[in-house]
């Protein structure tokens, strides 16, 4: 006699980020001398298909922190929504303190490893820097709550094609100009590499670049859209087949 298994699952459960559906690529972040610099390209892809050129990933959270994320982008909305909530709650105490990025970034790593723990994760890998009191901080947390906090940091493809750029090039010292120009060399390397990636930035610092956004202690700004100046006329992209054994 033969047995069915049958899984009962409530009528109105709740639908789970199990694939992705429209995400978005790398996000770079680096400590500078004076603050944070973070970096993310504009791209949405729906599938294989570089769907949407206009996408901001970078946000300022409350008055000292900034967050930049990779994954599925509605995903990225919901972490907004409760992020939003947060620091609303904390607006709501009046007791003159707020959250600074420290804080913040141990909430995300909360939310996301609670979110796991329950099989339904918020796909996405977050870039979370900030200053408060003069004191930088910069870390990331990815979907299943796995968190670290380094002088820089990166996610998607930028955990394979920026990490050993900055690990050669970055240093303490180094002066906003020269932190643009470092994050400008691996969103290149990233558009060249990473069928994901568009060629239309923003920088963030806490203090200024969107899709590269900057943050200091006197505050969060994210630089207008703009593309880097590319050539594509090596012979490897010209003819990336030559000399390939196969059919192909």
Same mark, same amino acid.
């Given at each position: 006699?033969?047995?069915?298994?049958?899984?009962?699952?409530? *009528?109105?459960?709740?639908?789970?980020?199990?694939?992705?559906?429209?995400?978005?690529?790398? +996000?770079?972040?680096?400590?500078?001398?004076?603050?944070?610099?973070?970096?993310?390209?504009?791209?949405?892809? *729906?599938?294989? !298909?570089?769907?949407?050129?206009?996408?901001?990933? %970078?946000?300022?959270?409350?008055?000292?922190?900034?967050?930049?994320?990779?994954?599925?982008?509605?995903?990225?909305?919901?972490? %907004?929504?409760?992020?939003?909530?947060?620091?609303?709650?904390?607006?709501?105490?009046?007791?003159?303190?707020?959250?600074?990025?420290?804080?913040?970034?141990? *909430?995300? !790593? =909360?939310?996301?490893?609670?979110?796991?723990?329950?099989?339904?994760?918020?796909?996405?890998?977050?870039?979370?820097?900030? &200053?408060?009191?003069?004191?930088?901080? %910069?870390?990331?947390?990815?979907?299943?709550?796995?968190?670290? /906090?380094?002088?820089?940091?990166?996610?998607?493809?930028?955990?394979?094609?920026? &990490?050993?750029?900055?690990?050669?090039?970055?240093?303490?010292?180094?002066?906003?100009?020269?932190?643009?120009?470092?994050?400008?060399?691996?969103? =290149? +390397?990233?558009? *060249? =590499?990473?069928?994901?990636?568009?060629?239309? %930035? /923003? +920088? +963030?610092?806490?203090? &200024?670049?969107?899709?590269?956004?900057?943050? !200091?202690?006197?505050?969060?700004?994210?630089?207008?859209?703009?593309?880097?100046?590319?050539?594509?006329?090596?012979?490897?992209?010209?003819?990336?087949?030559?000399?390939?054994?196969?059919?192909?």
């Amino acid at each position: 006699m033969g047995y069915k298994f049958v899984i009962l699952r409530p *009528y109105c459960a709740s639908p789970l980020t199990m694939v992705p559906y429209v995400t978005g690529t790398s +996000v770079i972040g680096i400590k500078y001398k004076d603050g944070i610099l973070i970096a993310a390209d504009m791209g949405g892809s *729906y599938g294989s !298909t570089l769907r949407y050129k206009s996408i901001e990933r %970078l946000k300022a959270i409350g008055k000292h922190s900034l967050l930049g994320a990779s994954g599925e982008i509605s995903d990225f909305q919901e972490l %907004l929504r409760y992020l939003d909530e947060l620091i609303l709650y904390d607006n709501m105490w009046d007791d003159g303190n707020s959250l600074g990025p420290k804080e913040v970034h141990s *909430y995300l !790593t =909360r939310v996301m490893y609670n979110r796991r723990n329950k099989f339904n994760p918020l796909w996405n890998s977050v870039v979370l820097g900030g &200053v408060k009191n003069g004191q930088k901080y %910069l870390g990331m947390v990815n979907m299943i709550g796995v968190h670290y /906090q380094d002088n820089h940091v990166a996610t998607g493809f930028g955990n394979h094609l920026a &990490v050993p750029i900055l690990r050669d090039e970055w240093r303490e010292d180094l002066s906003f100009e020269e932190g643009i120009k470092l994050l400008e060399k691996c969103m =290149r +390397v990233l558009i *060249y =590499r990473d069928r994901s990636a568009v060629n239309k %930035l /923003q +920088v +963030v610092e806490e203090w &200024v670049v969107q899709s590269i956004a900057k943050i !200091t202690e006197e505050g969060v700004s994210i630089s207008p859209p703009y593309s880097l100046k590319t050539f594509w006329e090596f012979s490897a992209f010209k003819n990336p087949t030559a000399g390939a054994a196969g059919s192909w």
